[in-house]
């Protein structure tokens, strides 16, 4: 009986606990928090603390005040005009900073794979490198870069590009939000693409020049579709936060940059209302769970 259980059920059951941690740390970590961000969006705001009703005590005072809720939160978000417009500039944004990623990141991918091999981890490491500073430390640095007093205003009047009484004014609009996004996320975007651009088989590209292939048509024949797991991997993991962004249009694009990070924080914390900035998140992740659910797939076929 005892080698029985040695040989076989005790194996089944460690295979099931190792299945069994990432379900729990996803249920722990990401279902339970959203399912309490839900039932406060279907709550009513309320002058209390917390600022809505009704609060739940337990699993019978659930039952009990189950006809409280409601979905005019929902409703709300589709009748006033800010909310929708705030979705599709988040995602415009997020979209347009994607693509500069990809632009910045790729040429930058491609020379570190093609670097010497005993250079590759120290540029892997000056990639990184930024991550040991604080995000929030690196934002506020570009404040003093872009502003029009700024250290882009100081240089070009040392070269003579600009007059002493003029500036450049890129503080506190979508430029210098995409600055900063592009600046903030370009790790994100690099390392995915070197990882892919680093395990191509560089005896494809001597084949295809043997072959007669230009450099520039064998990039897009061969070098581009190979990394394609990599430039997608590294536009997901840009895109998806990008659309929640809060700090990076907050302090580098001013009251007229209109993103739906900004939005949630401005009800949560300006308004209070708990129950309507809830049911932003809720409709936020919900754009998102497509990106998502694409970027897993992915990730399973990688």
Not at 99 to 111: H, N
Not at 125 to 145: D, E, H, K, N, Q
Not at 149 to 171: C, F, K, N, R
């Amino acid at each position: 009986m005892a080698e029985r259980w040695t040989q076989d059920v005790k194996p089944f059951l460690a295979k099931w606990a190792l299945v069994a941690v990432p379900y729990l740390w996803s249920l722990l970590f990401f279902l339970a928090p959203f399912l309490i961000i839900f039932k406060i969006s279907l709550s009513q705001t309320a002058i209390a603390m917390p600022p809505y009703v009704p609060v739940i005590g337990g699993l019978g005072d659930f039952l009990a005040k189950l006809s409280d809720f409601t979905f005019d939160n929902y409703v709300f978000l589709t009748e006033d005009p800010l909310y929708y417009s705030a979705y599709l500039s988040s995602l415009r944004i997020a979209l347009v900073s994607t693509i500069l990623l990809l632009i910045v990141g790729y040429p930058i991918a491609y020379g570190m794979a093609r670097a010497p091999k005993s250079l590759r981890n120290a540029l892997v490491m000056a990639v990184i490198l930024p991550f040991w500073t604080s995000f929030l430390i690196r934002v506020y640095a570009w404040i003093g870069i872009l502003k029009p007093e700024g250290l882009i205003t100081i240089a070009l009047q040392s070269l003579g590009i600009l007059g002493p009484d003029e500036q450049i004014h890129v503080y506190n609009t979508e430029i210098a939000v995409f600055i900063g996004i592009v600046y903030s996320y370009l790790p994100f975007m690099v390392l995915p693409l070197y990882a892919a651009l680093e395990k191509l088989d560089a005896t494809l590209l001597e084949a295809a020049a043997d072959l007669g292939c230009p450099p520039t048509k064998s990039f897009w024949v061969i070098t581009f579709p190979l990394s394609l797991p990599g430039v997608i991997a590294g536009c997901f993991l840009c895109f998806i936060p990008i659309v929640g962004e809060f700090v990076i249009p907050d302090l580098l694009g001013g009251s007229e940059t209109l993103m739906i990070g900004k939005t949630l924080w401005a009800e949560f914390f300006n308004n209070r209302d708990w129950p309507v900035s809830s049911a932003v998140a809720v409709v936020l992740l919900i754009i998102l769970v497509v990106p998502i659910v694409i970027f897993q797939n992915q990730q399973k076929k990688a």
